[in-house]
């Protein structure tokens, strides 16, 4: 059996979560924030048989695609009272990080 460990963005959690209920799987949603700019994400946990995990991998890559976005991002002005000046970059959102991980033991209570 593996664990698999997925981070996501907000706006593809919920197509993923339909996708894998839809082949029964099933998976725990926790909200979750990055850190770089502090946007929501998602991660989901599920449990899969090894032989599955290929085919939850697969959901999660063809349902959370890449996006590009623009947001502000503050540098300091270099004066003496510290203040930041925002300007805005294009940074790229979305996509998906996943982690596949043994697990020794699986109970389900």
């Known amino acids: ?7 996501i963005h907000d706006e593809d959690a ?11 799987f099933s998976a725990t949603k926790l909200a979750s924030t990055g850190g770089f700019l502090r946007a929501g994400n998602t991660t989901l946990i599920c449990g899969v048989d090894d032989d599955k995990v290929s085919e939850v991998v697969d959901i999660i890559e063809k349902k959370c695609k890449s996006r590009k976005q623009l947001t502000s ?12 000046t925002s ?6 959102v979305g996509g998906a990080t996943i982690f596949v991980v043994d697990v020794a033991e699986f109970k389900k209570i």
């Open 1 to 7: 059996m593996k664990l698999v460990l997925s981070i």
């Open 14 to 24: 919920f197509l993923v979560m339909d996708v894998l209920s839809e082949k029964g």
């Open 73 to 84: 991002i503050g540098a300091p002005t270099g004066s003496t009272n510290e203040s930041f």
């Open 87 to 92: 300007y805005p970059i294009e940074v790229t």
